[in-house]
């Protein structure tokens, strides 16, 4: 017999054992620690209360994690990985841990349900058909590694105005896509940078969020882009956005790895664009599935 608690209610072994047996054979490693395991639920806005583990015989054998957040009044909740021991997949037990997370989203009354899925992962994005989801964009996680000569190193604005920030200031911008995939979204870079670039009468017309990450040397080794985002209408989007992006990668002149988790190719065409004629290269491919509920 199968029995769903809810996070808050399992020990943290539990929880890692859940999610280690349920991410057991996955497309990449997925293996957590009990620390990296709490420090996911933190850092990614996930909820104890609004996830939960699946049992047989007193043993963890699924997992789902979810939060919820709140963009322009309406709540959207994410699930953040869905996994079932391997030897019990095809069991209908990831089915069940899917009713279940719709009817706690439910109970917290969600505007929306949203989650991705590895591109050629056909069974889970059937499954989440099944349950109401749909495809609504197409993502790529992109990587560029070393120093490169991108021929940018002479891009300015100088008739627009530039400002340092931070990413918590970027949900007031109007055309701040909020609805953007769960972890390219402001609040998973709060400990992140951001500039934001204002035309004449200092209304924002291009923003970009990012992470810079040090060694103990405090050599910069990785940086990490969420969103880079230009007025859509703006007649210099393109050069507000190429402007962004060289901003954030110092012109390339630094060897370190770049990172840009989940670009939707349709919803932000230009940034995609404009990073893939630099060179960033093809990591993974998702879908990004959203449910009204």
Request: net charge negative; hydrophobic share 35%; charged share 25%.
């Amino acid at each position: 017999m199968i029995e769903i608690k809810r996070l808050k209610d399992c020990t943290i072994d539990e929880g890692v054992e859940a999610w280690n047996t349920g991410f057991e054979g996955y497309y990449f490693d997925a293996t957590t620690t009990a620390d990296k395991f709490l420090n996911r639920l933190v850092n990614e806005g996930l909820s104890p209360y609004l996830s939960i583990v699946a049992f047989m015989d007193k043993k963890p054998i699924g997992i789902v994690k979810n939060g919820i957040r709140e963009f322009n009044g309406k709540k959207l909740a994410w699930n953040g990985g869905t996994g079932v021991a391997k030897d019990l997949r095809k069991k209908g037990i990831g089915k069940m841990l899917m009713e279940a997370t719709l009817s706690i989203l439910t109970e917290e009354k969600a505007d929306y349900a949203s989650l991705e899925a590895i591109s050629d992962n056909a069974k889970a994005i059937s499954l989440y058909k099944m349950m109401g989801y749909e495809i609504i964009d197409h993502l790529e996680y992109l990587g560029l590694n070393g120093q490169i000569d991108n021929g940018y190193t002479t891009i300015s604005l100088d008739k627009y105005k530039v400002e340092r920030a931070i990413p918590q200031q970027i949900g007031s911008i109007p055309f701040y896509k909020g609805m953007n995939p769960w972890q390219t979204q402001w609040q998973s870079a709060k400990d992140g940078e951001a500039i934001i670039v204002k035309d004449p009468d200092g209304n924002p017309i291009g923003y970009v969020y990012f992470r810079r990450t040090f060694n103990s040397e405090g050599k910069h080794i990785n940086t990490v882009l969420f969103q880079c985002e230009a007025e859509p209408e703006h007649k210099d989007r393109e050069e507000i956005t190429r402007y962004l992006i060289n901003e954030v990668f110092n012109s390339f002149s630094d060897d370190i790895n770049r990172m840009i988790p989940n670009v939707p190719v349709g919803k932000s065409k230009l940034t995609h664009s404009i990073l893939k004629e630099i060179g960033f290269q093809l990591k993974t491919e998702q879908v990004y599935m959203m449910k009204e509920m």
